[in-house]
């Protein structure tokens, strides 16, 4: 089994900065990919940025520019670096881990941002 624990949520003001972090435990042979997906209160989940191995990172349309996705390879770590934070950035952060293309993956249980003034 793998453990995902993400932290680095909180309330920031329109424009400021937030860096979240996921560190991965357990049972990890191999890692296909990890990322962050949101999930704003009444909308579905959506990718936020992922980085996957040998094919880079992939962000969203609404947050290029603005955040960073970076991963530790030697920590099963994955950060997330979010600058310039907009009120529509305000959901809850999952972090997710894909151990092949195919699966299985995991999901953390999630962190609160919200951005607002």
């Known amino acids: 089994q793998v453990q995902l624990v993400e932290s680095g949520g909180g309330l920031v003001q329109p424009g400021g900065s937030l860096r979240l972090s996921c560190a991965a435990s357990?049972?990890?042979?191999?890692?296909?990919?990890m990322g962050w997906y949101r999930q704003a209160a009444g909308k579905q989940r959506e990718l936020v940025a992922s980085v996957t191995s040998g094919t880079g990172t992939k962000y969203a349309d609404s947050v290029k520019d603005r955040f960073t996705i970076s991963r530790d390879l030697a920590k099963n770590t994955v950060h997330l670096q979010m600058n310039s934070l907009k009120p529509e950035d305000t959901a809850v952060y999952y972090c997710?881990?894909?151990?092949?293309?195919?699966?299985?993956?995991?999901w953390g249980k999630g962190t609160l941002v919200t951005v607002s003034s």
């Open positions: 997710k881990l894909d151990r092949t293309l195919l699966g299985p993956y995991y």
């Open positions: 357990g049972n990890i042979v191999s890692i296909y990919a």
